[in-house]
């Protein structure tokens, strides 16, 4: 599982909106597009929890969305045999139980941890490397049983964070390429460090995600999700939508200011000229 409960709350109090996109769920919860699709499929939400947004977007009630991956990261599996895909947490860390000198393929530890055999050759894939965990290594036909079942009890007790965990190293490098591209500047794509990289794409978002944490701010740049925020604080007294709408109108005037970079299909601004438009601009 990508995400622990803690980093789920963490990141459900930092969404603002009473209504969110379907990429706002997957951010959410960490995990893929398609899986967010696969859940609101199996259970589909009330006509009241769903409503159109601009462009057609689907948009999803805050708390219901919340309660539905909430249910499907760290709930039961409703009594259904049909494994997650994904590697879970266990809810309470214990030892797998085996036999003196037995030894797991990747279809024998799925069945142990209730998931894919894809998703633990992920898992194992993703802590080859692990400067204090490596996830064992296969000898013959398969891993060692004993080594597996302490192996997933420290990764139960401690809870490290699977996400967190393929990202570690790297975040130095993607720093340094997004600096790069600010100096140009040279709008950087999901799809173009994913190929510099040789990573998954969704693997190069979380990367870029990471790296704009850091870098953006100190370039004193702000992404145009965040311009509704100024307005609020400079008093507009609308709704989070109507403030969104006069975002969409200010930079449609001859006098807005061009996004400075795109990076990750995020557009970000020079946070001083977007500073200086709202204040020549009556924003109430």
Not at 165 to 171: A, D, F, H, Y
Request: glycine fraction near 8%.
């Amino acid at each position: 599982m990508a995400t622990t409960r803690e980093q789920f709350e963490q990141r459900l109090a930092a969404l603002g909106d009473a209504w969110i996109t379907r990429r706002q769920m997957r951010e959410l919860a960490g995990v893929t597009e398609k899986t967010v699709r696969n859940w609101l499929a199996a259970g589909p939400l009330a006509p009241s929890e769903t409503r159109t947004g601009p462009h057609n977007t689907q948009l999803i009630e805050r708390e219901a969305a919340a309660t539905l991956a909430r249910k499907r990261l760290f709930g039961p599996r409703d009594g259904t045999t049909v494994p997650w895909t994904g590697p879970r947490l266990a809810e309470e860390p214990r030892r797998l139980s085996h036999a003196p000198g037995e030894q797991w393929g990747w279809v024998d530890i799925a069945r142990r941890r209730g998931v894919t055999p894809g998703a633990v050759s992920n898992l194992a894939k993703s802590y080859e490397n692990h400067p204090a965990r490596p996830f064992p290594r296969a000898a013959g036909r398969g891993r060692d049983a004993a080594a597996v079942s302490e192996w997933f009890l420290w990764y139960d007790t401690e809870r490290p964070g699977y996400a967190a965990r393929r990202e570690e190293g790297r975040i130095p490098e993607v720093v340094a390429r997004l600096k790069s591209a600010l100096a140009g500047p040279e709008d950087l794509t999901t799809a173009t460090l994913a190929e510099e990289l040789g990573v998954a794409p969704a693997v190069a978002r979380a990367y870029l995600a990471r790296a704009a944490e850091q870098v953006m701010g100190c370039h004193l740049l702000i992404p145009r999700s965040a311009i509704a925020g100024l307005l609020e604080r400079a008093g507009h007294s609308g709704t989070p939508e109507q403030r969104r709408e006069r975002v969409r109108t200010l930079l449609r005037r001859g006098n807005a200011p061009r996004k400075h970079i795109t990076v990750g299909g995020t557009d970000y601004y020079k946070k001083a000229e977007i500073d200086r438009l709202l204040s020549s601009s009556h924003v109430s």
